[in-house]
Structure formats: C-alpha cells, structure tokens
C-alpha cells in the first residue's frame, strides 16, 4: 500500500477488473478491529478471574462495543466526506489502538473504556470501506468485492482465538493485547503512504454537526426500496448473532454434544459464513439480483432456525451439522450482499446509507440476542425462541421478495 503501487499488484488489477489495494486495505481494516474487540470473549474465563467479576460480564464487552458503534456508523459519513475515507479508517486504527492499550491496564473501569472507545469508531469501517471502494469497483463485480471485503469480520474472530490463547498462556491476557498493538500499528503507516491519493474527493469545507445524530434515517423517507432492506438487516444480523451466542449452549444442553462436539458445530457454522460470502457475491453478479438472494437468504435462515428449535438426543450428528453449516452461510454471509445493496439504492448518498445499514445492523445484533434470552428464559424453550427469530426472518425474506416483484413488473 505505497504512495506508488507496484506494478505487479497493478497487472492483477488490471487483470481481475477490481481494486485489489484498496480491498485489502479496508479487509485488514476490518480483520484487526475485529480481532481486537473479539480478543475478549475468547479467553473471558482468564480475564473474568483476573478481574474478579462473574465470567458472563465479559460478554458485556461486545454490547458495549457494538451499542457505542451505532453511533459511530450514523456519525461517520460525514467526517468521511470531510477527512476522507483512509484518514477515517486511520481513526478506526487510532481507537482500536487506544483500546489495546486502555485494556492492557487491567482494571474493570480501564475494560469498559477501551469498548467505548473502540466503539467510538468501529461502526466506521463499512462506510468507509464502501466510500472507498466503491467509485474504484465496476459495476459487474460490487456484489463481489464487497462480500469479499466483509470477510473480515468472521477473519477477525478467527485470528483472535489464533492469537489471544496462545500468547495468554504464555505471557498473560495484558500482554497478550499488547501484541497486537503491532499490527495495528503496521496498517497505520501502511495507509498513511496512500492516504493523500486516494482521499483525494474529500471535502474539508463540509460541515460535521450541523445536523442531528438521527439524520441518515431521512435516507429512508427519501428512498422507500430502502425500508424493507432497512427492516430485513435488523433481522438477519440479530439471527446471526442469536446462533453464536446460544448454538454451544443448545447443543450441548438439548441434543447431548459434548463441549468440544459443540465448538466444532460453531466453527463450523463461522467456516460456512467465510466461504460463503465471495460465493454470493459472484452469484449476485453473474446470475441473479442481490436483493432476490438476500430473500431467499432469509428464507432458508428461518428454516434452518425453526428446525435448530427442534434440536434433540435422537437427532443424527451430522444432519446437526448440516444445518449449522446452512444457517452459518445465510444468517452470518449475507453482510456482503447487503452492504452492497446499501450502496446502491443510496446512490450518491451511497456512504450515507451504508452507514444507516450498519447502525441497523449493530442494532440488531445488539437487541435480539438479548429478546431471544429473555423468550428462552420465559418458556424454558428453545424452541419457541428460534421460532421467533426463524419466523421474523422469513418474513424480511418475503418482504424482500415481494419488493423485487413489484420492480420486475414495472
């Protein structure tokens, strides 16, 4: 990521037609913000003990992040349009270093600023990434590229259990976060080589505060295709979400897994968010509509839902497995397709309007895995629960659907 791009990297983006360095800027972006924030829930029994706190706060951790990130993601649109999109994803570093280090002290008060302060920026990274990618990104490959660019985020939970458990049984949890204040550091340089070049569009007369936290959501009166989309992110991510929180917990309480059988099934189920995600963006660019994949996403994820509800002792491990590896593929791989979609019903309100998308999502991850405990608790039913998330998603799917048909017969 020099000021001057190599001329290899520049024949491969000449040859697969897409913007191969700023793809991998905004991943690694993404991968190391990620990594960071999802350092905490894998080694949780170690930091718990250290902190002397009940092991099920440290889950507070990611809700601090992610509600702190809702006002990141409707904030930053502009401060990207002022500053450009690199110099705001350098902020995302910025906080995601202050994090590191905030944490590092080891002190509960010192935890719950380094998630604010993660959280400050960390909503950023798909505006910014969409801001920045897609001007630079033919239309016959968006879906693609940006699916690929949202791998970063399973990526980033993947190297944090690579990275944190080893090195915190080796040197501790503190010490542990300390490392990875080096790659951090890395891209922030990396990116400061290229920043004067590809923030070239920004406007430093535009204004920051002159409106209200809430004013992205006109986006939505000034484009209805927008509002089913709007309703169909809250949805989906909330059911991602609800599978990874719960999946071990069910698996190992209702169908008779093993603890380790059960973290199978959940690497399982982030594996299939991997791989599926460039797979549907090919597939929304060479086949079908973005928007009818993202419906019948929907329906499969409340299939999937509804039958894990039925999880039990006589059910065949494999067919368990089947259907975490599909819910995993839809419910976790459909971020790509709809980060593409926000950028093109927004149109030139494009980094706007993925912003809204998600603070949407953030939302949802935040509020519906806390409804699904409370409906679990309620019933003693797991049942009843993935019933409800299973049937909320069907119906974003049919939403969806019916949208596209209206459009066709235009």
Known sequence: MSAQTPPLASELAQKLKFPVWPLIATLATQSIATMAAYSFPVVAPVIAKDLQV???????FISTVYGVGIISALLSPRFIRRFG???VSQLVLVATLAMLLSCSLGSVISVVLGAALLGLAYGATAPASAHLLVPRTP????????SIRQIGVPLGGVLAGLVMVPLTVRLGWQTALL?????VLVALLLLEGVRRRWDA????????FSKGLLAPVQILRERPALRRLAFASFIYSGVQLCFIAFLTVHLTSKVGFDLVQAGWALALYQLAAVLSRPL???LADKWVTAQWLLAWQGFVMGVTALLAGQFALNWAPTLVLLLCALAGATASGFTG????EWARLGGAQRTEATGLGSGLMFAGVLLMPSLFSVVVTYFDDFGVAYGCVGGAAALSGFLLLHQKNIQSKA
């Open 337 to 340: 397709l709809a980060y593409a």
């Open 54 to 60: 009940p092991g099920t706060l440290v889950g507070f």
């Open 139 to 146: 239309a016959r490959v968006m879906n693609l590229v940006l």
């Open 85 to 87: 999109a690199v110099r």
């Open 201 to 208: 569009d920004r406007d430093p007369t535009r204004a920051i």
């Open 179 to 183: 490392c990875q204040t080096l790659p």
């Open 280 to 282: 549907w963006g090919w």
